[in-house]
């Protein structure tokens, strides 16, 4: 399988030890992609971190600031998750550690999650992929 994902071309990142393959146009650091909550849940595992990290951005950038236990609850419901198992939180909380690593989120002095200036200009190229892709 190796060989026929690199004749693909396919990009990879590496993500709570699994990896997540990425199709050759899409950059993991520039994705702006989030499939909010349909009929189909995919398993966790299969959400990359990104992905989830983007409807991170959005909450906050609807929001203004949020705890972390709020946040981590709706990115959960946000991306289709309503039962908080222990795989799904784990995997929020990889998102937001990785969007605190990538310098798009931080913690305000009274504890609650707030955007950067990288954060708001990603949640905004979000809501634009998300209305683009509504109005198809």
């Known amino acids: 399988m190796n060989d026929i994902y690199r004749r693909m071309r396919l990009k990879k990142t590496i993500q709570d030890g699994a990896t997540v393959f ?8 520039t994705y702006a992609g989030c ?6 849940i995919r398993d966790i595992r299969d959400v990359p971190v990104q992905e989830i990290a983007n409807a ?10 949020m705890g972390p236990d ?30 605190e690593r990538e ?13 950067t200036n990288e954060g ?5 190229a979000v809501l634009q992929l998300w209305d683009q892709t509504a109005n198809v």
């Open 22 to 29: 990425w199709n050759p146009e899409q950059d993991p650091k």
């Open 35 to 40: 499939r909010y909550s349909s009929s189909e």
């Open 56 to 65: 991170i951005y959005v909450i906050l950038y609807e929001q203004i600031s």
């Open 70 to 99: 709020d946040l981590v609850r709706e990115a959960g419901k946000r991306i289709g998750y309503t039962r908080m198992g222990s795989n799904v939180a784990a995997s929020l909380q990889s998102a937001i550690h990785y969007a």
């Open 103 to 115: 310098k798009r989120i931080v913690r305000s002095s009274n504890g609650t999650y707030v955007l």
């Open 120 to 124: 708001t200009a990603r949640a905004e």
